[in-house]
Each structure stands twice: as C-alpha cells, then as structure tokens.
C-alpha cells in the first residue's frame, strides 16, 4: 500500500509544514522575551517552561511527516505509515509531562507560601513597575499562539492529523497560559501573593487534561485499538460506521479496525470475500472526499481451534 498522501490533500500538508516553520521560529522569539521578563513570578517561570516545551508537537511533526513519506524497505516492508503515530504519542506524553510538572511546582510555591515581588526600576527618572514589562510580553505571548492555534486547527481536522492537532491544543494552552499569567502578575501588584500560584496551577490542570486525554489516544492507537477520535479518547465516528457496515455486510463475521498513522485498516475475519476486487471506498459511507482515510480491508480465514500438543504426543508414545 502507497504512503503517498491524497492529491487533494498535498497543498494542505504543504501548508501545515510551513506552519509549523512559522511556530518554531515565533514560539523561539516568545520564549526569548519571556525569558527576559519573567523575574521572580511564578507565573511567568510556568508560562516559559510551557513555552519552551511547547517547541516539541512541531519538531516531532515535521519528523513524522519526512519519515512518513519514507519508501518501504526489506526492514520495514510495511513502509512508516505510523511515523504520525508515534509523533503523536510524543506530543501527548510532552503536553502530559508539562502539565504534570507545572501542576506541582505551582503546588509547592502556594503549599510554601512564597511571596513573590516584582520591583521597580528607575527609567529617565520615572520609577517603572517591572509588573507592566511581564504584562506586555504576555501579551506578546497570548497574540502568536492564538493566531497560530487557529490556523492549524482545520488542517488537523482535514488531514486526520493527530500530532498536528495536539500541537493546535498546546497553542490554545499558551494563549490560556497568558491570560492566567496577566492576572497573577496584577494579582501580586495588588498584594495577593497567592495569586501568583493559583495562576498557575489554573493553568497547569488544564494543560494536563489536555496531555492526558491524548495520552490515552495515542497509547490506544499504539497497541492497534479501534481508531479513536480527533479530539478525545472515544471511538471515531467514522470507524464506528465502518463497523457497522461490515457487520451489516458480512453477518457472523468478527470485524476489526486499526489505525496507522492517518489511515483506517479493517480486517474481516470469516467470512467469504467478494468475487470482484474490493475497493475499500465502497464501504466508506461518509464524505466521499474523505474515503482516503479506509485505506485497507482484509479478508481472513476464521483461527483454527488450538490443539493439544502435549496429549497428543502421549497418546502416539503409548
């Protein structure tokens, strides 16, 4: 089976790789302006880290896609169809390790009741809170993220793009992240020191729904599980009409699907296949644009009984 992408989908790809350029190279001037702000806040050391850790969803998509494409080879005869799904698997362990790991620092900052400062420097003789400095760089930091986040939503969606959408949710934490980070800066400007942290972790839980959902996606699709859904850990639409049909078609067969990457595999097990060459768009029964997705359909002999090896063998001894 070809790795080859869809024609209609080449431009879309393109356009997403280019994406994901433009996100390394803007994420890398936030975290340097982030860096240059942060101070003593809790709050802007969390929303630095998540930047920081939020270059990995690109890196390991514009990995994915080049390894994707990849001709099989006598090693790999199957080709690297799920290069996207260890991509995926990637980005969902780092947004998870994120969120786990701010989750606790922000824990432990409020636990210690650490009261954060933010001084105030002297600039041409006009006394400047340092407040208002992490303010405009998050700001900086909630601009870049929510445009970028919204344009690679309908990508990921188009392309089934797991990675692609997970780094589309890690965008949406950034921008979520800034917001939160504002108010924990003013919140200290205001002399509610516990601001600062509760921010944070605000900040923190959603980040880790977010990992931990796809999380057990990208393990489900891993151990080749029933195709799951986009944005959760529910079974695909999609694969579930796929099913459906099957078991319509072919009554008292076992149907199972798997997932590669973007592409559905189903496997019919015993039940006769049809004469004709089977065309797995046939059994496609959403969006005929999208019937790109069903990429496999087998037909399997039913598995023979196990013997019993070791009675038969003491029966031929006697």
């Not at 431009?11 to 302006?33: C, G, H, K, Q």
């Not at 606790?104 to 409020?110: C, E, G, I, K, R």
């Not at 099913?243 to 009554?251: E, G, V």
């Amino acid at each position: 089976m070809s790795n080859a992408l869809p024609e209609a989908l080449v431009p879309l790809m393109r356009r997403a790789e280019r994406l994901e350029w433009w996100s390394i190279a803007w994420t890398i001037s936030v975290i340097a302006v982030m860096g240059a702000a942060m101070g003593s806040s809790q709050t802007m050391k969390t929303a630095w880290i998540e930047d920081c850790l939020s270059l990995i969803p690109p890196i390991v998509f514009l990995v994915a896609v080049r390894v994707e494409r990849w001709a099989p080879t006598n090693r790999f005869p199957n080709g690297f169809q799920r290069a996207p799904s260890l991509a995926f698997a990637i980005a969902a362990a780092a947004l998870t390790a994120l969120g786990g790991s701010l989750l606790v620092n922000s824990a432990m900052s409020l636990f210690a009741q650490e009261h954060a400062t933010i001084a105030a420097i002297d600039v041409f003789g006009h006394e400047l809170w340092l407040g208002w400095v992490m303010v405009a760089a998050q700001i900086y930091s909630i601009v870049v993220p929510l445009v970028l986040g919204r344009l690679k939503l309908p990508l990921a969606r188009a392309l089934n793009d797991k990675t692609l959408f997970t780094d589309a949710q890690t965008q949406k934490a950034n921008w979520m992240t800034g917001i939160a980070g504002i108010g924990g800066v003013i919140g200290i400007g205001l002399g509610y020191w516990w601001a600062d942290a509760v921010a944070a972790g605000i900040i923190a839980l959603d980040i880790l729904n977010d990992g931990l959902r796809a999380l057990r996606a990208a393990t489900a699709e891993l151990v080749d599980g029933t195709p799951r859904a986009l944005d959760s850990p529910k079974i695909a639409e999609d694969a579930a009409a796929i099913d459906q049909l099957l078991r319509a078609r072919f009554p008292g067969a076992e149907v199972r699907l798997r997932e590669t990457g973007r592409i559905i595999h189903a496997q019919v097990i015993g039940a006769t296949p049809p004469a004709q060459k089977v065309d797995p768009a046939t059994y496609w029964t959403g969006d005929p644009e999208r019937s790109w997705r069903l990429g496999q359909i087998s037909f399997v002999a039913p598995e023979p009984f196990e013997q019993e090896p070791a009675a038969s063998a003491s029966k031929g001894n006697g």
